[in-house]
Nanobody, 120 residues
């Protein structure tokens, strides 16, 4: 059974920092790309950051220079370090594990989400 469990969300003041964790089980973690998405009330879910199985990273323009995605394969955990947080970063943050097999099948698994609220 595949499980992705996010943690680390909470309430933080503008300018503050949080580190989100996504602990995976039931998959060969090192072979999966890991993504962080977020969804604010009334808005569509958006991709925030991604890291490939090889460690290459990409970020949404809105978080470049402030957020850092990383992974520790031996811990089967991905992280999202969020600095200089803004009220507009308030959302539910989700992690997703994804890979495409050599025969073209895509595997995707989502976590349950963790709330991040940036407010004074």
């Amino acid at each position: 059974q595949v499980q992705l469990v996010e943690s680390g969300g909470g309430l933080v003041q503008p300018g503050g920092s949080l580190r989100l964790s996504c602990a995976a089980s039931g998959i060969t973690f090192s072979t999966y790309a890991m993504n962080w998405y977020r969804q604010a009330p009334g808005k569509e879910r958006e991709l925030v950051a991604a890291i490939t199985s090889g460690g290459s990273t990409n970020y949404a323009d809105s978080v470049k220079g402030r957020f850092t995605i990383s992974r520790v394969n031996v811990k089967t955990t991905a992280y999202l370090q969020m600095n200089s947080l803004k009220p507009e970063d308030t959302a539910v943050y989700y992690c997703k594990a994804m890979k495409t097999s050599s025969w073209g099948r895509t595997y995707e698994y989502w976590g349950q989400g963790t709330q991040v609220t940036v407010s004074s």
